[in-house]
Structure formats: structure tokens, C-alpha cells
């Protein structure tokens, strides 16, 4: 490289780091903005007297007059929205600097103090665009990780977001793979599913969570003359393990199981290497009955679990009324 190709190289990665500074600094300011406009909403509606004169027709009109004198971006939704960001985190100082409007905008669309405060966490900590926020917020993903835990696991994964520090930490149940656009009716084979996951890594990665690393698919294990072939492998950055993934269409069987812990215990003598933890074992299935899924892997030692998929988004009022009765008790 001749010097001027560096220099032109030096001035490229400043401006690159310059803009996106810039950038974040414009999102930041605009959402405390957008913040303190919405404080002066709710105390103008507060206000007694303000609120009698105005009543509910305040956003309507606030909205025609904002934009008749500074332009675009007070829509009635962005005015709601404004003042749901002041409603939502009333100390400005909880706001955070990694995310836009376009964040903030979809997640307080949740429901609840809970969902907002974990999409808010996770977002941060994920790194997510606003295009895998909508994604994951559309599957539920708080819904089907606080249903796996107690009241005290719901309420810290709400304040904090989900770290993973243990494999138990990486595992949805269910897993949903409605990008895959397969119709419920649909008779697809695993082999099937399988291609349509590759093909479609980006947003299944984003459904697997953080920490994911694509190894291979059909990976070839031999033993004693015989062929295996898990159907795929990944590697976890954060648990320095390899994690296996076995698919089946329909029900998962005992002998699935058994299959799952033999490629385990390949993994961990043959293919793991000084520095990696032992490796992780995940059978996917539409469908599992959980007394043969606990005695299956009952005194099994590795790190082996049995999840669910499912083809389409899970319903809402379902899974937020089994959530409520969770929180009650």
C-alpha cells in the first residue's frame, strides 16, 4: 500500500467513525427530546383546567398545529408515543444512548412495564436493529422466556434483560420459526426444514439468540464402520462450546435422545479442543411429551434438552394470560 493509498485509508475510517458518532449523538438528542416533549404533554393534561378545556381531542389538535408550523413528525401516533416514552421512563436518566426513536417507538408499543422495560434491555444488550426488535417482539420473545421461570425470574429478566452464563440460558422453548413461511397443513420432511433454516440463517441466528456461530449442516461423525450425521452444528461464543441441533418433524422419540447424547460424547472426546467447555445437545421437535422426555434424559450427564418448534407466531392472549396467572401466584 503506497502512503497516499494509507492516507486516503486513515481519512476513510474517520469519516466512517465521524458520521457514526454523528449519528448517535442525533438519535440520543432527538429521543430526549421526544422525552421532554412528552413530559409537557402529560403535566399540560395534568393541569386541571388545560385538561377540561382540551379533553381527549389534545393530540388530534396538538398535532394539526405542530405540524402547520415545524413540518413532519407529530403525527397524533408519534405525539402518543411521545408521551408514553415520559410515561414509561419518567427519570430521563434510564433512557439509553445505543437506542434511536425507531427503538423506542416499537417498544412501547408492549403492553406492559415489564415487556417495555425488557425489550428496552435486551435491545441494548443485542445490539438489535429496529427490524429484529419488531421480530422479536412480534414472537413473544418475553412472554416464552418469562414462562419458563419463577415470579422472581420474570421480575429480574424484566429489569435486567437475559445474560447467558449457563447452556440453560441459551434454550427457548418453544422456538418459532414462522420466516420460514411453511403453512401449518403443509407435509414438509426434516430435510426440508432443514434447507429452509439455511437459507434463511439471518433470522434463524436471531431466533437461536445471542452468541452463534454457524458450523455446518449434516456434520459426519464415524464410528465402528457407521456413518452419523448431526443435522446441525454450531459454536457458542460466550460458552466456548460447540452446540449440536437434531430436527424432527414430528414427535421426538426416545431413541432421539439417545442418538443426541452419543454425538455429545463424540464431541467431547474427538472434536473439542483445549479451552472449549463440553458441548451442548438440542433436539428440536414439533411435538414432546414430557414424561418420556424425563425419564429419557433423567441420569444422563450432559448437557442435553428437548424443546418445541412451531411454524407460526404463538398467540398473545394465551401466553399473556398464562404469564398473569404466573405473576398472581
Known amino acids: 500500500m503506497s502512503p497516499y493509498t494509507g492516507l486516503i485509508?486513515?481519512?476513510?475510517e474517520l469519516l466512517q467513525a465521524g458520521r457514526a458518532q454523528a449519528g448517535r449523538a442525533i438519535n440520543t438528542i432527538l429521543v430526549q427530546t421526544y422525552w421532554q416533549i412528552g413530559q409537557h404533554i402529560v403535566e399540560f393534561e395534568q393541569g386541571g383546567k388545560a385538561k377540561a378545556e382540551y379533553g381527549s381531542?389534545?393530540?388530534?389538535?396538538?398535532s394539526k398545529d405542530l405540524t402547520h408550523s415545524y413540518g413532519k413528525g407529530f403525527g397524533r401516533s408519534?405525539?402518543?408515543?411521545?408521551?408514553?416514552?415520559?410515561q414509561a421512563f419518567p427519570n430521563s436518566g434510564t433512557l439509553s444512548h445505543h437506542l434511536g426513536w425507531g427503538h423506542y417507538y416499537e417498544?412501547?408499543?408492549a403492553d406492559n412495564d415489564l415487556e417495555i422495560s425488557f425489550y428496552a434491555?435486551?435491545?441494548e444488550k443485542e445490539n438489535w436493529s429496529v427490524r429484529e426488535l419488531k421480530r422479536q417482539m412480534k414472537s413473544m420473545l418475553f412472554h416464552r422466556l418469562a414462562l419458563s421461570k419463577d415470579k422472581a425470574g420474570v421480575l429480574q429478566i424484566a429489569a435486567q434483560g437475559t445474560d447467558v452464563q449457563k447452556p440453560a440460558d441459551i434454550i427457548k422453548d418453544p422456538y418459532v420459526?414462522?420466516?420460514l413461511g411453511i403453512p401449518q397443513q403443509y407435509q414438509y420432511k426434516e430435510g426440508e426444514l432443514e434447507e429452509k433454516l439455511i437459507r434463511n440463517l439471518e433470522e434463524f441466528l436471531l431466533e437461536l439468540g445471542k452468541g452463534f456461530a454457524f458450523i455446518g449442516r449434516q456434520y459426519k461423525i464415524s464410528l465402528a464402520n457407521r456413518h452419523f450425521f448431526v443435522d446441525l452444528v454450531f459454536y457458542h461464543r460466550i460458552l466456548k462450546c460447540f452446540v449440536l441441533l437434531d430436527l424432527k418433524r414430528g414427535e421426538i422419540e426416545h431413541h432421539d435422545i439417545g442418538q443426541m447424547n452419543l454425538y455429545l460424547n463424540y464431541f467431547a472426546k474427538e472434536e473439542n479442543v483445549e479451552g472449549d467447555n463440553p458441548p451442548i445437545g438440542i433436539v428440536l421437535g414439533a411435538y414432546k411429551d414430557h414424561i418420556l422426555v424425563e425419564y429419557a434424559t433423567e441420569n444422563i450427564s450432559n448437557q442435553l434438552f428437548v424443546s418445541k418448534y412451531q411454524l407460526y407466531l404463538p398467540d398473545k392472549a394465551l401466553l399473556s394470560a398464562e404469564l398473569e396467572k404466573?405473576?398472581?401466584g
Not at 485509508?9 to 476513510?12: A, E, P, T, V
Open 57 to 62: 381531542e389534545l393530540l388530534v389538535r396538538l
Open 121 to 123: 434491555r435486551q435491545c
Open 107 to 109: 417498544i412501547l408499543k
Open 177 to 179: 420459526f414462522e420466516f
Open 78 to 86: 408519534n405525539l402518543f408515543y411521545m408521551r408514553k416514552l415520559y
Open 9 to 12: 485509508k486513515q481519512i476513510g
Open 326 to 328: 404466573l405473576l398472581e
